[in-house]
């Protein structure tokens, strides 16, 4: 592939913790990627409205606030509104364990939690975006 | 349905796959732009410049809401800089225009400059294009943080806004050639810092000196407070007002399409020559025999240009 790998990085909900998301955000840049960085506060319609107009390959979405079950399944439900489900979605931050599962059910595709090496997370993207 | 097709209809998914397809040298993006290119020219174009930090984005957040409020569509188009060593970036324009993301009316796209130089990415000219026959009124073009020399946002846009903050230097950088000859529109943004009165002084004495018809206007803004937005908007609808009365704006367009038929005669050439020799191998061979002064840059050059004829 001859172009950059494009990735959206959002904060869903409202939790105003974001350093894990320009961490993020800055290890995919140096890997090469071009990032979209949205910042802080983003409901799923922005979110969605985002990934479209940029045509990203990947939706990153970073939150701490506990609101994951709600908010990562609703992005992919919008994206999926908007045909739009060529994008691959993964999710970090603080997220249990046991809630992982049901996230994958509902479309999300990997979740990375705290201490995992950003390396892991460029390794997944390369392999499993959906578009040549 | 095809893509152009699409795009005529509205569709924003085409329009933005069309735009990455122009990013990626897509030869398809290309044709369709050949078919659709007598729908384009009908947007106002705005180019916004000015150093990094000066509040680019929040005023093109600010611009586009005013413009919003008066029932008109909007495109943006935000640059900033790619990486020299790894090609990755980091777009952030969009964290200033969060508001208008779901705003049905207004389509953001951010690019990376991907290795050109000058403010701008080579695919901007084509982003526009997409943009204005998708239906955008107003198209804003918002260069990466300039230094003193990136001026092709002014052979891009109709009206080509400066903006400039308090505390950057003195009046002498005012009077230098380069960007700040190219300002139709001049905003002092952060107007409540110190300072900003005279900056703007420093900004109408170099004006002083210009001996065209349009005398560009300054003016002060707060843009994180919205202050003075509506009066800034007044000055860019002036500008193109005094543009199409006075002919220029089709004396621009003219002289902006034969730049750009310059630029992609260049960039034809270049990717001609690359291809056809497949030199990479040999200049990269000259490059190591020029380093180590066993040949001059100029002899190398002429070989590479002799392999292709």
Same mark, same amino acid.
């Given at each position: 592939m001859d172009r950059p790998i494009r990735v959206l990085v959002a904060k869903p909900g409202l939790d105003g913790h974001d350093r894990g998301a320009k961490v993020i955000a800055r290890a995919l840049r140096d890997a090469g990627m071009e990032v979209i960085y949205t910042g802080l506060r983003q409901t799923p319609e922005q979110i969605v409205n985002a990934t479209i107009q940029e045509d990203v390959d990947v939706v990153a979405m970073s939150i701490l606030s506990g609101a994951h079950n709600t908010l990562l399944p609703k992005v992919v439900e919008l994206l999926k509104a908007e045909k739009a489900d060529d994008v691959l979605v993964i999710g970090g931050g603080v997220?249990?364990?046991?809630d992982i599962p049901f996230l994958k059910e509902k479309g999300i595709a990997e979740i990375f939690t705290p201490g995992t090496p950003t390396s892991v997370t460029i390794d997944f993207i390369r392999a499993n975006i959906k578009r040549k | 349905m095809a893509l152009a097709e699409r795009l005529l209809q509205g569709d924003k998914r085409a329009a933005a796959r069309l735009i990455s397809m122009a990013e990626n040298h897509d030869p398809e993006a290309v044709e369709i732009l050949k078919s659709l290119?007598?729908?384009? #020219?009908?947007a106002h174009v705005i180019g916004i410049t000015g150093p990094p930090g000066a509040g680019k984005s929040t005023l093109t957040d600010k611009l586009a809401k005013a413009i919003r409020a008066r029932g008109k569509t909007v495109g943006i188009i935000a640059v900033d800089p790619t990486s020299p060593f790894t090609g990755g970036s980091i777009l952030g324009d969009r964290v200033r225009m969060n508001d208008l993301s779901t705003d049905p009316g207004v389509f953001i796209r951010s690019m990376g400059?991907? %290795?050109? *130089? @000058? %403010?701008?990415?080579?695919a901007t000219q084509a982003a526009v294009k997409v943009l204005d026959i998708y239906g955008a009124d107003y198209i804003f073009i918002e260069t990466v943080g &300039? #230094?003193?020399?990136? &001026?092709d946002i002014a052979k891009n846009a109709d009206t080509t806004l400066m903006v400039m903050v308090p505390g *950057? @230097?003195?009046d002498i950088q005012a009077i230098k050639a380069g960007i700040m000859e190219i300002g139709d529109v001049f905003a002092v943004n952060k107007a409540d810092r110190d300072g900003a009165k005279r900056t703007a002084t420093e900004i109408e004495m170099m004006l002083d000196f210009n001996k065209t018809d349009w005398r560009p206007p300054v003016q002060m803004v707060i843009a994180v407070d919205n202050k003075g937005v509506e009066e800034l908007l007044g000055h860019i609808m002036d500008h193109m007002t005094h543009m199409k009365e006075t002919g220029k704006l089709e004396k621009k367009r003219v002289l902006n399409s034969k730049l750009e038929i310059i630029d992609l005669i260049q960039e034809n050439l270049m990717r001609m020559i690359l291809d056809k020799s497949s030199k990479e191998d040999l200049i990269n061979n000259l490059a190591t025999e020029v380093a180590a002064r066993k040949a001059d840059p100029y002899t190398a050059a002429e070989m590479v240009l002799k392999e292709i004829k």
């Open positions: 997220i249990p364990d046991d | 290119y007598q729908r384009t #020219g009908r400059t991907r %290795g050109h *130089l @000058g %403010g701008l990415s080579k &300039v #230094g003193q020399s990136e &001026v *950057l @230097g003195d």
